[in-house]
């Protein structure tokens, strides 16, 4: 019998590992380095869409600004304070308030955690093969493949 690759039944989110960083290649990497997030989708053996379980501890943003060709995403905040940058300005965002960034919407955004505390979130989102990501701060473009993402510069070449 082959056994589950994921968890069946109940769990807490301590039961899912913890990964730190990000896959964002140099010079990019380190900005994300002290990001901590558990993939509760995953671990549910969830296929279509994925939840984050994230901590972001003081000084740290959740990636660089970015927009999604076709993945939706949505955010909660749970513990903390970040903020919310994006086109629209800065926005403070507290426990129990949350965000939402329609597919294709060119609205560069992220998360940072500028208060003394770690803040945790909830993101949620889609899995939409052929996604294509824009950093327009960045000389980078993510494009997602079955094994995750591959970045490149705008120009089209690789990193």
Not at 20 to 47: H, I, M, N, V, W
Not at 109 to 135: P, T
Request: proline share 6%; net charge negative.
């Amino acid at each position: 019998m082959v056994a589950p690759t994921h968890i069946t039944g109940g769990f807490t989110a301590k039961d899912v590992p913890a990964r730190t960083g990000s896959g964002y290649p140099e010079p990019f990497r380190g900005q994300c380095a002290a990001r901590e997030k558990r993939a509760l989708g995953d671990a549910s053996g969830l296929a279509n869409f994925g939840v984050n379980l994230v901590r972001l501890p003081p000084g740290t943003p959740s990636a660089m600004r970015h927009w999604h060709s076709r993945e939706d995403e949505f955010i909660y905040v749970l513990e903390g304070e970040l903020v919310l940058e994006s086109d629209a300005g800065d926005q403070v965002l507290h426990p129990g308030m949350c965000a939402g960034f329609p597919a294709g919407e060119t609205n560069g955004h992220r998360l940072v955690n500028r208060s003394a505390k770690d803040a945790v979130y909830l993101e949620i989102g889609d899995r939409s093969f052929g996604d294509v990501v824009e950093y327009p701060d960045i000389d980078m473009r993510g494009h997602a493949r079955r094994a995750g993402f591959a970045f490149s510069r705008k120009d089209g070449t690789h990193y």
